[in-house]
């Protein structure tokens, strides 16, 4: 009895203890002591990882005392997909509502300053004071996907790739980013990287499911690139997408088999559609459709030349 009672008074008094650490913590975080409420928060997190208080706690003064990365390092490694889904979702949210906090007055009025300048079409003007922004909060998601923006509105696609990169690194879960950046590397012709950014993802949808098969060809897996293509087609709405299916569908097939019928069909498809091809083409449509158009041409000539035969033959 008197055992049972020891260690119902040990568990007590542990319980005791760590209330008293996490009142302590709160104490020096409601009266500035971030230093001091960080070295208390730390330990209490690592003791328990899921605690969503203290894993809060750690990040808010992580961003505070040690900057934007720190504290991304720090999501990067408690956002696991072993959370439930709603908790997971709810530990992103907070992430996101971190990483896009202000630490700066300064930072902020460049920032709201740019806004009103894009509004404006003041592209230049605008990029200007975001770049400002960021020397002064490096890091920040939303100065950075603002600054990325308007490179692409001037059409400095290097510089947009540079920021859209950066903003990425800051906040690396948002799905339509994800996507935007492997167009950028598909862009600049980084198929390896384009296909680490989409690997394990889920729900890609059209476009995401096109940048992969797109890669997958380039780096040589025609296969599974024709088989992501057909279910681009399965699924198709958006004309720019099913065109470029039709046309890797062309590329594969030609691989395989050489000139054929199929081949032919597939890039007379692509030919058909008549996509516009924007100033920022990750699919490169301009190579695509010279490609197609000399391979349609070289069938019509194969065509002609294999009737003419047998008749310049036959009036010998």
Same mark, same amino acid.
Request: hydrophobic share 45%; aromatic share 12%; glycine share 6%.
């Given at each position: ?21 996490? &009142? ?5 975080? /409601? ?6 409420? =960080? ?18 706690? +750690? ?27 709603? +908790? ?5 949210? +907070? ?24 509004? #404006?079409? &003041? ?6 004071? =975001? ?21 692409? /509105?001037?059409?400095?696609?290097? !510089?947009?790739?540079?920021? =859209? ?35 394990? !993802? ?13 890669? =997958?060809?380039?780096?040589? /897996? ?19 997408? +099913? ?35 924007? /100033?920022? &083409? ?11 158009? #000399?391979?349609?041409?070289?069938? &019509? ?14 009036? #010998?």
């Amino acid at each position: 009895m008197a055992g049972a009672k020891a260690i119902l008074l040990a568990g007590f008094l542990a319980a005791s203890c760590a209330l008293a650490k996490f &009142d302590a913590a709160e104490y020096y975080y /409601d009266h500035g002591n971030f230093p001091l409420a =960080l070295s208390l928060w730390e330990p209490a997190l690592k003791k328990n990882p899921r605690d969503l208080k203290a894993l809060q706690r +750690v990040a808010e003064l992580t961003l505070l005392l040690r900057g934007r990365s720190a504290m991304a390092e720090l999501f990067m490694e408690s956002a696991s997909d072993s959370w439930p889904v709603e +908790v997971r979702s709810k530990l992103l949210g +907070v992430f996101w509502d971190l990483q896009t906090r202000f630490l700066t007055d300064r930072a902020q009025e460049l920032y709201l300053q740019a806004v009103q300048k894009r509004s #404006r079409k &003041d592209f230049e003007g605008a990029a200007a004071l =975001l770049t400002q922004a960021s020397s002064q909060e490096p890091g920040q998601p939303l100065v950075l996907r603002a600054l990325a923006q308007t490179e692409w /509105d001037q059409g400095s696609y290097e !510089a947009y790739f540079t920021s =859209l990169k950066g903003a990425w690194k800051s906040y690396p879960f948002d799905s339509g980013q994800r996507i935007q950046l492997a167009e950028a590397f598909l862009y600049f012709k980084q198929y390896s990287a384009a296909l680490s950014l989409l690997k394990g !993802a889920s729900a890609l949808g059209e476009r995401g499911l096109l940048v992969r098969a797109v890669s =997958l060809f380039e780096m040589g /897996d025609y296969a599974e690139a024709k088989s992501l293509a057909a279910s681009v087609l399965s699924r198709g709405h958006h004309p720019t997408d +099913v065109a470029v299916a039709y046309s890797l569908l062309g590329q594969v097939s030609f691989r395989a088999e050489g000139p054929s019928a199929v081949t032919s069909k597939f890039y007379s498809k692509f030919l058909s559609l008549g996509v516009e091809r924007p /100033d920022f &083409d990750p699919f490169h449509l301009k190579a695509r459709i010279a490609e197609a158009q #000399r391979y349609t041409s070289a069938s &019509d000539e194969n065509t002609i030349s294999r009737k003419e035969k047998p008749t310049r033959v036959l009036s #010998r």
